[in-house]
């Protein structure tokens, strides 16, 4: 069970808006920045979201993050069949000492 | 561009070892925080452990499954990232991948499979 917590699964049609959501807890989303990830099948992860809402260069601005609280999201507008994938909100948990994932959201383009 | 190279996976028994590489190169190595992170068969990402930069102590973390058994290590001289892996459990199979970067890892290696199994 990962230590924060994500939907299994999320979709949607091309053109839409969907967000994936990623809930934690006071030690790791309440006082650290959340990281987003984005891996297309059978690849390395590729950075899609730092430090909560940056985007780094050459991701789209369909692609934003935000967070609040001990919970964070990431959103997709003008959905494309490219971006069905699998995605993954990271952070620093300070009780644990280390890096946590969300146990990853499968996102299909219907 | 960045480039992360790892090597080293294989299939080995349980309680066997293993030692992983992450050749680095086209960045500045000695000044990268590095990271490990695994992901099992059709499983999500788990991260593994980091070792800091020596200017920033050199030191190193891990996650409380491999704690004790994995050693995290750099050679600057070399550019490499290593891994060892000693009592390795049938639960450590899986890719693994090295990372770094700045704001978040924006670099990433294609990952080498490791299959714990008798």
């Known amino acids: 069970q990962s230590v924060l917590t994500q939907p299994p699964s999320a979709s949607g049609t091309p053109g839409q808006r969907v967000t994936i959501s990623c809930s934690g807890s006071s030690s790791n989303i309440g006082t650290n920045y959340v990281y987003w990830y984005q891996q297309l099948p059978g690849t390395a992860p590729k950075l899609l979201i730092y430090?909560?809402?940056q985007r780094p260069s050459g991701v789209p601005d369909r692609f934003s993050g935000s967070k609040s609280g001990t919970s964070a999201s990431l959103a997709i507008s003008g959905l494309r069949s490219e971006d069905e994938a699998d995605y993954y909100c990271a952070t620093w948990d300070d009780s644990l000492s280390g890096v946590v994932f969300g146990g990853g959201t499968k996102l299909t383009v219907l | 561009e960045v480039q992360l190279v790892e090597s080293g996976g294989g299939l080995v028994k349980p309680g066997g070892s293993l030692r992983l590489s992450c050749a680095a190169s086209r960045f500045t190595f000695s000044n990268a925080w590095m990271n490990w992170v695994r992901q099992a068969p059709g499983k999500g990402l788990e991260w593994v452990g980091r070792?800091?930069?020596?200017?920033?102590?050199?030191?190193?973390d891990y996650a409380a499954p491999v704690k004790g058994r994995f050693t995290m290590s750099r050679d600057d001289s070399k550019n490499t990232l290593y891994l060892q892996m000693n009592s390795l459990k049938t639960e450590d199979t899986g890719v693994y991948y090295c990372t770094t970067g700045s704001s978040g890892w924006g670099y990433w290696g294609q990952g080498t499979l490791v299959t714990v199994s008798s």
């Open positions: 070792i800091k930069s020596k200017t920033d102590g050199g030191t190193t």
């Open positions: 430090r909560n809402n």
